[in-house]
């Protein structure tokens, strides 16, 4: 890989881990029915407007459908449950168990092919589980009401990601971008009811607009062009790694920015949670795959 490569990847995982910090700061005073709105809504018109510029058309009649399931299992249910839960759990502890969700598409494929999950995968899966139930468990703020049920969102998120990466493989052939850009509005039309459900606790102040428009615009719509142009550049299995550096990112911001508090609980728990990830994936670096093939 590149080193303009390597630093676009750096970026996109830094990014995507600051999607936890904008949603922990904006989720308690605009709810998660208004956040998620939002996001989906500024995703929309930034890549809209995208789209007008190089002229990529989303062939409405045609994916309609496609687009709907994505938006739903990509990003209206995984968006909302996130919000709700960033509204009682730290942006660290959030970063990390959204790291699962190759786990969850594993498991999911398992199950929906109706066949034996390798022991590598299993180990990834044990390991997975144990990391986070280290994380969980250590978190002082595991202990607060209501904890427990944002935990449990916090984790069906990824489980919704693990359900779109399971259908994206039968999936139309749609080109990347219109699949983001597609279910984004799709994303923003199934988020709605959400709103009901999720009323608005507080005025917003401009800062907490700011970090809704960042969530949309920067770890939506920009995040998303940046992934898709790895996917192409450098292929899917390294683009992959993102998955590895996120948490990371997602910690440091939270220190840095929330003052959060990082035992050696979130280290280690991040660390096998990670490990299962790779091992799930069945993930080499590049170095790896050459040394195996001389």
């Known amino acids: 890989m590149s080193t303009a490569n390597l630093l676009r990847l750096f970026l996109l995982a830094a990014i995507w881990g600051g999607s936890f910090l904008f949603m922990r700061i904006a989720a308690p005073v605009l709810g998660p029915g208004w956040l998620i709105e939002l996001r989906v809504v500024f995703a929309a018109l930034f890549l809209a407007a995208i789209a007008l510029v190089l002229k990529k058309s989303l062939h409405l009649r045609k994916y309609w459908k496609h687009f709907l399931i994505l938006g739903l299992f990509n990003a209206a249910i995984p968006f909302v449950l996130f919000a709700y839960a960033a509204k009682t759990l730290s942006a660290s502890l959030l970063s990390v ?175 096998i949670v990670i490990a299962g990830v790779v091992l799930v994936t069945g993930y080499r670096p590049a170095w790896a795959r050459a040394e195996a093939a001389t």
């Open 97 to 271: 168990l959204n790291a699962t969700a190759p786990m969850w598409a594993a498991l999911i494929a398992a199950v929906w092919q109706r066949h034996m999950v390798s022991p590598r995968v299993l180990l990834g899966l044990v390991l997975g589980t144990l990391g986070v139930a280290l994380l969980v468990g250590m978190d002082r703020l595991s202990t607060q009401d209501g904890a427990l049920l944002a935990i449990g969102a916090a984790l069906l998120a990824p489980f919704n990601y693990g359900i779109a990466t399971v259908y994206a493989k039968s999936a139309p052939a749609v080109e990347p971008f219109s699949n983001a850009h597609g279910s984004m509005w799709a994303g923003a039309l199934l988020t709605l009811p959400s709103l009901l459900m999720f009323p608005q606790p507080a005025q917003p102040s401009p800062g907490i607009l700011a970090a809704a428009l960042a969530l949309g615009v920067l770890c939506s719509g920009v995040a998303y062009l940046l992934y898709y142009g790895l996917v192409r550049d450098v292929g899917p299995t390294s683009a992959l790694t993102v998955t590895f550096l996120s948490p990371l990112f997602g910690i440091l911001w939270g220190v840095l920015f929330l003052q959060e508090h990082v035992g050696w609980y979130t280290l280690a728990g991040a660390a």
